[in-house]
């Protein structure tokens, strides 16, 4: 069994007040069980005031976690913040790994640092789930993930994030493990008698779409060539999307970005941002690689469809009772809410009045936002396989 207890700050200047409040509202020395681990998310000027370490030097047991431009708890929810989920079990074992400067690193290097980690994780026992949190890198991103570890003979479910800032500064992207906060890849195991249960959503349904089902028929890496034969930016205006001047249609988001649903061979569907054009062309930018002969689907943003997947999947957790829940929701899903980007997590955090209503229990809940949300789906067979998700609200629970 797993106790989930959350902290929630928004002292971003003051080191003793911030630390104060974080170990008031954990409160360890009480709540803490034989084993105890730490997942941290904050806005990364939490860094630069000497708060973030400070909270990990105060608290008496190991933490790993990235930036999130928004953050949510049970507590409270805001911009400039900074939480801590508490994992503390006397059955269930936790253990942290910290691959170093990865961004001075070849992605074959990572790869090989990376099958090596779970390799060693994986030694004496399997772990019933691993929780990576990985910063945004051109030369190995959150698929190369996916493929090194689904490619090794241990298959271990992968529920974690992509490190993300909102305002897009260069790395800002940082993540906490061995003690520290650095360009690292981070990565937390659990062993033992504990059973993740794995849920996702998305800011649209999946059998509906813009423009129809097409083929992907030529791309390279995350370049997105042709569609249908033709190039991918010309299909995109024939069925409305972009305009003559290559907006997005509509202007629903912050950003220019375009989410599709690509449907594998196996049955395993997934959401990806497509968010620029490759200047000089008609290609457009993936945050995930692809595979010619892949169906797609696009579809538009929309901050009704946001929310309502939300409460839709905070009611289904609910009626299954489940609680001491850890969610990761696409940053674009807060840009598909225009300026009230916290709409979200006031929707959960209603949810949560309800839970308390209906159970007379209260939900222990973390969010944060990310930029890539790492987390298994079923394929055809009702098989787990780890997955990269874009525009996703994914969400972890544990019996």
Same mark, same amino acid.
């Given at each position: 069994?797993?106790?989930?207890?959350?902290?929630?700050?928004?002292?971003?200047?003051?080191?003793?007040?911030?630390?104060?409040? +974080?170990?008031?509202?954990?409160?360890?020395?009480?709540?803490?069980?034989?084993?105890?681990?730490?997942?941290?998310?904050?806005?990364?000027?939490?860094?630069?005031?000497?708060?973030?370490?400070?909270?990990?030097?105060?608290?008496?047991?190991?933490?790993?976690?990235?930036?999130?431009?928004?953050?949510?708890?049970?507590?409270?929810?805001?911009?400039?913040?900074?939480?801590?989920?508490?994992?503390?079990?006397?059955?269930?074992?936790?253990?942290?790994?910290?691959?170093?400067?990865?961004?001075?690193?070849?992605?074959?290097?990572?790869?090989?640092?990376?099958?090596?980690?779970?390799?060693?994780?994986?030694?004496?026992?399997?772990?019933?789930?691993?929780?990576?949190?990985?910063?945004?890198?051109?030369?190995?991103?959150?698929?190369?993930?996916?493929?090194?570890?689904?490619?090794?003979?241990?298959?271990?479910?992968?529920?974690?994030?992509?490190?993300?800032?909102?305002?897009?500064?260069?790395?800002?992207?940082?993540?906490?493990?061995?003690?520290?906060?650095?360009?690292?890849?981070?990565?937390?195991?659990?062993?033992?008698?504990?059973?993740?249960?794995?849920?996702?959503?998305?800011?649209?349904?999946?059998?509906?779409?813009?423009?129809?089902?097409?083929?992907?028929?030529?791309?390279?890496?995350?370049?997105?060539?042709?569609?249908?034969?033709?190039?991918?930016?010309?299909?995109?205006?024939?069925?409305?999307?972009?305009?003559?001047?290559?907006?997005?249609?509509?202007?629903?988001?912050?950003?220019?970005?375009?989410?599709? +649903?690509?449907?594998?061979?196996?049955?395993?569907?997934?959401?990806?941002?497509?968010?620029? +054009?490759?200047?000089?062309?008609?290609?457009?930018?993936?945050?995930?690689?692809?595979?010619?002969?892949?169906?797609?689907?696009?579809?538009?943003?929309?901050?009704?469809?946001?929310?309502?997947?939300?409460?839709?999947?905070?009611?289904?957790?609910?009626?299954?009772?489940?609680?001491?829940?850890? /969610?990761?929701?696409? /940053?674009?899903?807060?840009?598909?809410?225009?300026?009230?980007?916290?709409?979200?997590?006031?929707?959960?955090?209603?949810?949560?009045?309800?839970?308390?209503?209906?159970?007379?229990?209260?939900?222990?809940?973390?969010?944060?936002?990310?930029?890539?949300?790492?987390?298994?789906?079923?394929?055809?067979?009702?098989?787990?396989?780890?997955?990269?998700?874009?525009?996703?609200?994914?969400?972890?629970?544990?019996?």
């Amino acid at each position: 069994m797993i106790k989930v207890y959350t902290a929630f700050t928004k002292e971003i200047d003051d080191v003793e007040a911030a630390v104060r409040e +974080i170990l008031e509202q954990l409160n360890p020395s009480e709540n803490a069980l034989k084993n105890t681990v730490g997942i941290i998310h904050f806005y990364y000027e939490f860094i630069e005031t000497g708060v973030c370490q400070a909270i990990i030097d105060a608290l008496p047991f190991e933490l790993a976690g990235c930036v999130s431009s928004y953050t949510a708890t049970d507590k409270a929810y805001g911009d400039v913040s900074l939480s801590i989920t508490m994992l503390t079990s006397d059955e269930i074992d936790f253990s942290i790994r910290v691959i170093e400067d990865v961004d001075t690193k070849t992605r074959e290097q990572i790869t090989e640092e990376v099958k090596k980690m779970c390799m060693e994780l994986c030694g004496k026992e399997k772990p019933k789930m691993i929780m990576p949190y990985i910063p945004p890198l051109q030369q190995y991103g959150g698929d190369d993930l996916i493929t090194t570890v689904n490619s090794l003979p241990e298959q271990v479910p992968l529920f974690g994030t992509i490190s993300f800032n909102t305002e897009n500064i260069n790395k800002q992207n940082y993540v906490a493990g061995g003690g520290k906060i650095s360009s690292a890849f981070a990565f937390v195991a659990l062993y033992g008698n504990v059973e993740p249960h794995f849920n996702i959503t998305t800011a649209f349904a999946f059998e509906e779409s813009f423009g129809g089902s097409a083929k992907i028929t030529d791309s390279e890496g995350l370049v997105l060539k042709k569609i249908n034969d033709i190039s991918a930016l010309r299909y995109l205006k024939e069925q409305g999307m972009i305009t003559v001047d290559n907006q997005v249609s509509g202007g629903a988001a912050a950003v220019w970005a375009v989410p599709a +649903i690509l449907t594998y061979p196996n049955g395993v569907k997934i959401v990806r941002a497509f968010l620029e +054009i490759v200047e000089g062309t008609e290609y457009i930018v993936s945050t995930g690689p692809m595979e010619n002969g892949t169906e797609i689907r696009f579809a538009f943003l929309d901050g009704d469809k946001t929310l309502a997947s939300a409460e839709q999947l905070m009611n289904d957790l609910s009626k299954s009772k489940k609680n001491g829940i850890i /969610a990761y929701s696409c /940053a674009a899903r807060a840009w598909s809410l225009g300026t009230k980007y916290f709409a979200e997590a006031q929707k959960i955090a209603e949810c949560a009045k309800n839970y308390l209503s209906d159970h007379d229990n209260p939900l222990t809940y973390s969010v944060a936002y990310s930029g890539g949300e790492i987390c298994p789906i079923l394929d055809n067979d009702g098989k787990l396989v780890n997955a990269l998700h874009n525009y996703t609200l994914a969400t972890c629970s544990f019996d």
